[in-house]
């Protein structure tokens, strides 16, 4: 069969991803979108779209009957899944056949039978693939479970059996806290997939997370496009993934590549499928599970490869053979690729969302580096839905050469309206040891100290930040009041007969106030007093870019931009290695005058939301009496539940928040009424 148009059951960059090879090879695409993605980029590229339910996306992306409703409707004749939402879900693939409309994507049998990681476990035992010690059993009571944890050996990783994506997974290091992980995982299990049952294996320590790409067609041909590895994680989840994997031999990438290849034959799989390896530090690789769709981290593989998988995807399923036989398929260079998220690393990797207020990506000049995303400046990255705001993919002809243009192009990746983790990912290409290769799973809390470590301030810095906020105060004040750029009003000296022009600035960075004195001389012309010395600064002719500030400071000229969000300065230069955040410090007669503004009333230590979300959970009421450290509420972002714990004893005066409301960072969830009299020991009355 050879499609005209098909239907992307998916949101963000992966569908703008399709939409884009879809237009290539001249089919028509169709979009679905939620309400809260009705303006979305995904939906302005596609040819058609169609509204399929609310925000949230168990109302919409995962209703299946809707996905389905709105293929027949725009008259489609096949479905992409992306990843993520229906893309390994066995019922939705089932209806697709039902419907006449073709899955792009693996058979039924092949997505339940790799789903379920008990059966999965069993079926790559019986085709001599390596699998770790654990147990897949049926039997799903506490008690079993925990006997069969003291059997393994603790630390246990416990799973859910349909997992994916880091959701629904615990490790338990002792005996002891088997039961709170167990119950942490079924819970997020049970959101994420309707299914609280769950496998327990052998945690291997510091572990390598290293996968294999597949392609499989309806001819019974089977080909391996090399591994990635994806060890550096957060919550289990990826930050950075590479192709090739660093410091693996070819007999060790051969071995893994069969053993993918024996993994997608035993279940007579079709399409793109990833094969997950768990690898220990003497390179031996034990299977740990089969995505069933195409990865996030895809790109990387069409990069060493000169593939376009999305392609490779489209024709299989038109009934075409793999394109390439295996030893066609050629690696060359090697290839990264960073996640661009909306989180707050130094916080835990909270998630965030918001509007993007500015946004500039790296130029993309040689073919060489690929920004995949679904949002433009202006957008919004929803509470409901990841937040990852883009994938920077870079290739070069060595890994060195790879992590240095990867660098690079952070380093010129500008993103304003909310937190966002390039300078985690920055600091990440400085590591030594990351540049070495020697990654694991556990490479971030090992290396806390230097991926976290808060970057100098220079006094050039400091001085360039400081002009570069006078500058910006300056020309909005101007423009706030006058449209002539040419009238007196508008100049930046502002001139005044017998008045010395003269500004002070405080900046705060790192906890401590930097002060400035800032002297105007004329339009581009300034005397800077920092720290007992004087920088003569002169702004010159600029580039090309209108956002960027050509700076001399003391004879040392370099290009920068400030982006101002409200009190908070994100400062960038070309001779600094990362960016800095500062807070400008109101004077102190305008800081009195905000504080005298009053409060919501409560105590300084109500707890607010670290993050935006969804609150799930409300464990308390209004009268009840806590303790320091209890459980109040659960709140959800990413599908990853969050608990939000008392930080003194007191008694609950009012909730603000009730279950399925959205909340914004930092907002107040209940208020406390203080109560001196109650001590540690206090059980909680519901």
């Known amino acids: 069969m050879t499609f005209s148009k098909i ?67 725009t008259n489609s004749q096949a479905i992409h899944p992306g990843y ?131 392609f499989g067609d309806m001819h019974k041909n089977y080909v391996y496009l090399f591994e990635r590895d994806c060890s550096v994680q957060r919550r289990h ?31 007579n799989y079709v ?17 740990m599970e089969m995505n069933t769709r195409l990865q996030v981290e895809h790109p990387i593989t069409e990069m060493i490869t000169g593939t376009d998988l999305v392609e490779w995807q489209i024709k299989i399923a038109q009934g075409e053979p793999i394109p390439l036989k295996q030893d066609e398929i050629k690696l060359n260079g090697h290839s990264f690729e960073a996640r661009i998220y909306a ?93 070495l290769g020697n990654v694991h799973t556990d490479f971030i809390k090992e290396n806390k100290q230097e991926l976290f470590h808060v970057n100098e301030l220079s006094s050039v810095t400091a001085v360039a930040a400081a002009y570069s906020y006078f500058d910006y105060q300056t020309k909005s004040s101007a423009s706030q009041f006058v ?17 010395l022009q003269k500004h002070n600035i405080t900046l705060l960075y790192d906890n401590k106030d930097h002060n400035f004195q800032i002297e105007s001389l004329d339009a581009t012309k300034s005397i800077v007093y920092y720290q007992g010395k004087r920088y003569n600064i002169e702004i010159r002719p600029g580039t090309a870019d209108a956002d960027e500030i050509t700076m001399l400071i003391n004879d040392h000229q370099f290009h920068c931009r400030l982006l101002v969000d409200g009190d908070q300065l994100t400062f960038y230069s070309n001779f600094n290695r990362t960016s800095f955040d500062f ?48 459980p109040l509420l659960v709140m959800t972002a990413m599908k990853m539940e969050h608990i939000i714990k008392a930080t003194k004893t007191g008694v609950v005066d009012k909730i603000l928040f009730h279950p399925g409301q959205v909340v914004k960072k930092g907002e107040k969830l209940l208020i406390f009424k203080q109560d001196d009299t109650l001590k540690q020991d206090d059980t909680v009355k519901q």
């Open 583 to 630: 807070k400008h410090r109101s004077p102190s007669f305008v800081a009195a005058l905000e504080k005298s503004g009053g409060t919501e009333g409560g105590t300084t230590v109500d707890p607010v939301a670290p993050m935006p979300g969804i609150i799930d959970k409300v464990y308390v009421k209004e009268g009840t009496h806590v303790n320091i450290g209890q």
């Open 84 to 214: 993520g939402f229906l893309s390994e879900n066995y019922e939705f693939c089932n209806m697709c056949n039902e419907n006449n409309l073709v899955f792009i994507g693996p058979p039924p049998n092949a997505i339940r039978d790799m789903g379920i990681k008990n059966l999965s476990k069993n079926i790559m035992t019986s085709a001599n693939v390596p699998v770790i010690y654990g147990y897949h059993g049926e039997d799903q009571n506490n008690e079993k479970l925990q006997q069969e944890a003291k059997k393994i050996g603790y630390p246990v990783m416990i799973k859910a059996v349909r997992g994916g994506g880091g959701k629904g997974m615990r490790i338990a290091f002792k005996e002891e806290e088997f039961l709170d992980q167990l119950n942490a995982a079924r819970s997020e299990a049970m959101k994420s997939f309707n299914d609280d049952s769950v496998l327990i294996e052998k945690f291997i320590q510091r572990p390598r997370h290293v996968e294999v790409q597949v």
């Open 483 to 499: 449209s002539d750029p040419f009238s007196p009003f508008a100049l930046k000296s502002s001139f005044r007969p017998n008045f």
């Open 237 to 267: 989840q990826k930050i950075i993934e590479e192709a090739p994997a660093p410091g693996i031999n070819w007999s060790t990438r051969k071995k893994l590549g069969e053993a993918a290849c024996k993994a997608a034959r035993a279940v």
């Open 7 to 73: 239907l992307i059951a998916n949101r963000g960059e992966i569908a703008c991803r399709v939409i884009r090879t879809a237009r290539r090879l001249g089919l028509k695409s169709v979009a679905v979108y939620s309400d809260a993605d009705k303006n979305s980029l995904h939906v302005r590229m596609a040819d058609e779209a169609v509204r399929i339910g609310p925000a949230q996306a168990l109302q919409s992306y995962l209703k299946k009957e809707n996905v389905i409703e709105a293929a027949l409707k």
């Open 271 to 287: 399409g793109a499928g990833t094969v997950e390896f768990i690898m220990d530090e003497n390179h031996e690789f034990y299977f």
């Open 343 to 435: 989180e707050e690393p130094n916080n835990e990797f909270m998630p965030g969302a918001g509007l993007l207020t500015y946004l500039r990506t790296p130029p993309i000049t040689d073919g060489k580096i690929r920004v995949e995303t679904g949002v433009l400046e202006g957008d919004e990255v929803s509470v409901h839905y990841d937040p990852m705001i883009a994938k920077l993919v870079v290739w070069s002809t060595t890994r060195l050469n790879a992590l240095q243009k990867l660098r690079a192009a952070l380093q010129q990746y500008y993103i304003g309206g909310l937190k966002t983790n390039i300078p985690f990912l920055i600091s990440l290409c400085d590591s030594k040891k990351f540049q």
